[in-house]
């Protein structure tokens, strides 16, 4: 039976930032991720942000992790070679009552320790953002608010923990975990696994993994979000753009994203089917947009999805706005329903997570350690597979010899079939070369 010091358990962003991290330590480690490929769950879908810090309660641990994991971004994208845009955010509201709100969260990003704060007029936001409809009746400006793309984070950290020797256990669900008199046994319907501890990051199943071994009064309980993506070629705003909630609606939020595409994100609603639209809420989307930006040409939307949020509960009902990290037994770390900005964060929780980790294994530093991983690089290949994006069957061979297993993994490894026509010119060619890859013809 396989024996190392550390198991994580789900290879979502955390369990890639927590792999990663405890790679700087001398840990045998393993991620455990019951899908052929990572990033896949919730990091898959979510709104991209880079948060600034100033919506959560001073003295929690998602406000000090959220100003030092946004003040790192430029360094960590360097380190993983991964875009991020540091564009800031406009927090607009167009109703006078909710000005006392705006300058209560610059009171608390000021005392969060957020740098460049100011609350602006209507009029200021409005000639900063043009796009926006008239009549804004003030905002909150966030100069460090950033977008980066989740799944190519993520993915990095995945990469860079692999290559540190992190040995990743892809397509291997965990079934049971049983305490032992040497730490923990964790079965997988393929083989069990003998480990000194567990780091539990299974993102909407954390609190079933937990309850395999311990019993928790946390629970998740999921809702979800819907979004909306257009062309490259859209108008869109500069920064981010949240509306403020007010009384004759709930606000969106409009996000430039690093590729270019503008994500619209709509309100919260219950779960039907998990990552499924429904018709009512890309309607109110659509519907809210245009009335935030009256410009908008909603004819260059070219794709929706859903998105699924776990939202910790204790027993009695309680909901847990902070960051729910849970110690039922030495070795034994449970991160349950992690939202936003779990994203913002991953790096700063991975780091907590492993420094604990390592304490509690009495691990030294590894001297061999290396923070750099290298970005798969435009190729001169002339054979162009995706056209809307210019992928050449060079960079998709590249990312199938990263771990892309299918059409979609490759997309999130080199941005095929993001572009207008969706993949439905390079999806069958892909799919072609995968088959090729697997049946050793390349
Ligand atoms: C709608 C939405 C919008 C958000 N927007 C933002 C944002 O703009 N900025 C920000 O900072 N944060 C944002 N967040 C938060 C952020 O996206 C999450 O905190 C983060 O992606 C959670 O990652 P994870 O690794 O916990 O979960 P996941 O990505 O879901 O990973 C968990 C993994 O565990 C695996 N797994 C589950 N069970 C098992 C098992 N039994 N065995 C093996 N593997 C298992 C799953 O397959 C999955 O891959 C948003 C979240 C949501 C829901």
């Known amino acids: 039976m396989k024996s190392v010091d550390v198991a994580v358990i789900g290879g979502g962003i955390l369990g890639c930032f927590a792999a990663r991290n405890l790679m700087r330590w001398n840990l045998s480690v393993v991620l455990i991720e019951k899908e052929l490929d990572i990033c896949t769950g919730i990091t898959r879908a979510n709104s991209a942000i880079v948060y600034a810090g100033y919506d959560n309660k001073t003295g929690s641990r998602k406000a000090e992790l959220t100003v030092r994991g946004n003040a790192s971004f430029d360094d960590l994208c360097r380190e993983l070679e991964v875009p991020f845009s540091r564009c800031g955010s406009l927090l607009v509201t167009y109703d006078k009552e909710s000005l006392a ?17 100011e609350l602006l007029t209507g009029g ?3 000639a900063m953002e043009p796009m926006l409809a008239p009549g804004v009746a003030g905002a909150l400006y966030a100069p460090t608010t950033g977008t980066v793309n989740p799944w190519q984070l993520g993915i990095a950290a995945f990469e860079n923990a692999a290559a540190n020797e992190m040995e990743p256990m892809l397509g291997t669900t965990v079934v049971g975990i049983r305490k032992t008199k040497f730490g923990y046994l964790v079965e997988t319907d393929r083989s ?3 480990c000194r501890a567990v780091i539990n990051c299974a993102g909407l199943s954390a609190d079933r993994i937990q309850e395999l ?8 309980l999921i809702d979800g979000a819907e979004y909306l993506v257009l062309d490259k070629q859209a108008r869109k705003p500069k920064r981010v753009i949240f509306q403020q909630a007010q009384s004759c609606g709930k606000g969106i939020t409009a996000i430039p994203c690093v590729e270019g595409n503008l994500l619209l994100s709509g309100v919260r609603k219950p779960v039907g089917e998990p990552f499924a639209t429904t018709k009512e809420g890309i309607s109110e989307l659509k519907t809210s947009a245009v009335s935030l930006f009256p410009n908008l040409n909603m004819q260059q939307v070219i794709r929706s ?4 949020r776990p939202n910790p509960q204790r027993d009695d009902g309680e909901s847990i706005h902070d960051f729910s990290i849970e110690y039922p037994a030495p070795g034994f770390f449970s991160l349950i329903g992690i939202k936003t900005p779990g994203l913002t964060c991953a790096n700063e929780l991975g780091r907590y997570l492993a420094e604990k980790t390592a304490a509690f294994l009495d691990a030294h530093p590894n001297p061999r ?5 290298q970005a798969i690089a435009k190729t001169n290949d002339p054979e162009i597979i995706c056209l809307c994006e210019g992928i050449s069957r060079g960079e998709i061979l590249e990312a199938i010899r990263r771990g892309a297993s299918t059409v979609d993994g490759v997309k999130r490894r080199v941005g095929s079939g993001m572009g207008v026509c969706q993949g439905s010119r390079c999806s069958f060619a892909i799919e072609q070369i995968l088959r090729e890859v697997r049946h050793g013809a390349l």
């Open 101 to 117: 709100q705006l300058r209560r969260k610059w009171e608390q990003g000021i005392r969060n320790g957020v740098p460049g704060l």
């Open 124 to 126: 200021e936001a409005e």
């Open 192 to 194: 069990e696994l003998r």
């Open 213 to 220: 071994c311990f019993p928790s009064d946390t629970h998740l």
């Open 305 to 308: 999805f859903a998105a699924a």
């Open 369 to 373: 350690f290396t923070p750099h991983r």
